[in-house]
């Protein structure tokens, strides 16, 4: 039985050793030359219900045994794998989407590694040298999830460039169906980890210039050509500005929710009518039922989706809060249920400043917006709302016209400690 190091352990140990740092990565390991019944006696726990996957009874890491896997229908589930003691590192390796994720290390080496020693028969090593993405073998046009899982490597691994190879198979792929065929929950998964990468912008770029976009996220892919009034956008391009606010949203190390909101807050503007154009009247509502698709379609958590819905609806207004008075600031909150949730309202902000610094020439521009509305938040929210119910109450008031005491009451003290309102 020989254990071997493989995968993004390998990749991301080289890549760390090449600039000096430290790995800090999850480990895989593949057994060769064994069987579940071996590994079941020296205390590995059995965790795989496709094919044989076991976790250390010590360290917990997966180890999986070597296998092949034959295509058997469309989609990300229409696999057959094989698991045998005959089936060697190299056919395992074989299976595997990318050169650079298709390196081993013995067991014994594992923790020191070195070039001389790297198990490479697909060229990864030159690959890693050069910042390139490329297939292993062919077979990577059985699983369409490897299209999306590159996508998002190319989001990690910004410098890094798409095998020309690479990106004419990804097209066949989508070209035959393959990606109709994933389902909603991987690709959740895969838009979710890619947008939580470095340079988020690059998943996307990848996936639109395969085709894939269009069939996944035909709401985004539209973006790209439509334009925007240049005093407000010098980058003009609906799509080019979203790509700028995404990693806008990564510099800023945005959460996933505020990240799937920049992702959605201008969807409506895709569907503007050609003759009113570079204007978007309306877009805000247009991007509500639109990413409202999107969310059923990829079935985005429920906190992605709300706070989505509120950027899209209101990030115009949250734009120009700078010119309201008490009582628009006052109405905004609400509309927001900032005083109810705070702290996504704190996101709903940071997701604006995004969009905002998400602009040529403004990506260094301050947002006094979202101070603004944070000062106006806490003014409203130091009124003792119970005291001004219950003494409205004792002047003979009910049912609404309490509430409206309430909101005089936090207009008041926005006006108070806002004087410029």
Not at 309 to 328: D, K, L, P
Not at 407 to 418: D, S, Y
Request: charged fraction near 30%.
């Amino acid at each position: 039985m020989d254990i071997y190091l493989v995968g993004g352990a390998v990749r991301d140990a080289l890549l760390a050793r090449e600039h000096g740092e430290q790995a800090h990565v999850d480990r895989d390991w593949v057994v060769v030359g064994s069987t579940p019944d071996v590994l079941l006696g020296q205390g590995f726990v059995p965790v795989g219900r496709d094919f044989p996957v076991f976790l250390h009874p010590e360290t917990r890491e997966e180890y999986a045994l070597a296998r092949t896997e034959r295509k058997t229908a469309p989609g990300y589930h229409g696999f057959d794998f094989h698991a045998h003691p005959a089936v060697t590192l190299e056919e395992d390796l074989a299976r595997r989407d990318l050169t650079i994720n298709a390196m081993a290390i013995a067991q014994a080496h594992a923790d020191t590694p070195d070039e001389a020693v790297v198990i490479d028969p697909y060229g990864g090593l030159r690959d890693l040298h050069h910042r390139v993405l490329r297939h292993v073998t062919d077979a990577f046009a059985e699983d369409p999830v490897r299209i999306l899982r590159l996508a998002r490597f190319a989001a990690r691994f910004s410098d890094f460039s798409v095998a020309p190879e690479t990106m004419a198979l990804m097209r066949q792929m989508v070209a035959h169906g393959e990606v109709d065929h994933l389902v909603a929950e991987r690709v959740w998964q895969e838009l979710a980890r890619g947008l939580m990468e470095r340079h988020p912008s690059r998943m996307f770029e990848v996936l639109r210039a395969c085709g894939a976009l269009q069939r996944l996220l035909p709401e985004v892919d539209r973006l790209w050509g439509v334009p925007q009034r240049a005093d407000y956008h010098p980058e003009v391009d609906t799509g080019v500005h979203l790509m700028m606010v995404l990693d806008m949203s990564a510099q800023l190390s945005a959460s996933l929710p505020v990240r799937f909101a920049c992702l959605c807050h201008d969807l409506g503007k895709g569907t503007t009518p050609v003759e009113v154009l570079p204007r978007h009247i309306g877009h805000e509502q247009r991007s509500v039922h639109l990413l409202r698709q999107v969310c059923e379609r990829w079935r985005a958590p429920r906190e992605c989706r709300e706070l989505a819905e509120v950027v899209a609806r209101e990030h115009g207004h949250i734009h120009r809060s700078g010119e309201f008075g008490a009582a628009a600031l006052l109405r905004l909150l609400h509309r927001c249920d900032a005083l109810r949730r705070p702290q996504r309202f704190d996101e709903v902000l940071l997701a604006c400043e995004c969009d905002a610094r998400g602009r040529l020439g403004f990506e260094d521009t301050p947002y006094p917006q979202r101070d603004r509305l944070l000062t106006a938040l806490a003014l409203a929210q130091e009124v003792d709302t119970a005291r001004v119910a219950r003494e409205a109450r004792q002047d003979g008031l009910d049912g609404d016209r309490i509430g409206e005491r309430v909101q005089t009451a936090q207009q008041q003290a926005i006006e108070r400690g806002l004087p410029s309102a």
